[in-house]
């Protein structure tokens, strides 16, 4: 059964430097989204991208969070320059363009650690 | 903004139990998901409805529009079910591209 992949699975990162996670979404979709969640709260929506631009994005996606399509796989989030309250899972999630479900196939997270 | 609600915050029940989840929500919505996610942190959709009743093996998901309320129902409970039940709704506005809003989960426990 298809699925969403992500790389890596855990990161550990210094406060300041930049960090890529990266998705691989289902292949015939064409809806993909970025989530993340701090420790013990709810998951948030940081963006969604279709059609090889940003559909629509959350107050938490500033100017340090950037999304890129680099190829035809790839769905890729970077956060420029780290912050400690950047440490939470972030998840990449996908859907198909279809009219009649929009349900999204939500990848098994990367876990983000900034200190 | 839609406001996401859900109770109980944690259950914990025995083997065998009828489970009920609820969750409300302030501002009409296109579809309402659920979700489940386990210990691992991994995310798995279970459901998503629009209208009326789903069923899928042991798991039971309605929601009523006009109430604004979503109910997930686990019959002949298992300790495997033991997750965090989340609820999240997509925006009225129709399109594919929108994100979830999510409640802040119910963190089920099934004891043998």
């Known amino acids: 059964e298809p699925e969403v992949t992500q790389t890596p699975s855990h990161q550990v990162t210094q406060m300041g430097q930049e960090v890529i996670l990266r998705c691989v979404p289902i292949?015939?979709?064409?809806?993909f989204y970025w989530y993340r969640q701090i420790l013990g709260q709810k998951v948030e929506f940081l963006v969604s991208f279709y059609n090889n631009e940003i559909s629509e994005k959350s107050e938490i996606f500033d100017d340090q969070f950037s999304v890129e399509r680099p190829d035809g796989s790839n769905f890729t989030l970077k956060i420029r320059s780290t912050k400690l309250e950047d440490s939470a899972m972030y998840f990449c999630a996908s859907s198909a363009a279809d009219l009649l479900s929009y349900e999204q196939y939500f990848g098994p997270g990367t876990r983000l650690t900034v200190t | 903004k839609n406001e996401v609600e859900q109770s109980p915050q944690n259950l914990t029940a025995q083997e065998g139990e009828f489970i009920t989840i609820n969750c409300s929500y302030s501002v009409g919505i296109s579809a309402l998901h659920w979700l489940q996610q386990h210990p691992g942190g991994g995310i798995v959709s279970l459901f998503m409805l629009s209208s009326g009743k789903k069923k899928h093996g042991r798991l039971i998901a309605t929601i009523n529009i006009q109430e604004k309320h979503s109910s997930l129902h686990i019959t002949a409970s298992h300790p495997r079910d033991s997750a965090v039940y989340i609820c999240?709704?997509?925006?009225?506005?129709?399109?594919?591209?929108?994100?979830?809003?999510f409640g802040k989960g119910t963190h089920l426990i099934i004891q043998p």
């Open positions: 999240a709704v997509s925006p009225y506005s129709g399109g594919g591209a929108d994100g979830l809003t």
């Open positions: 292949s015939n979709h064409l809806y």
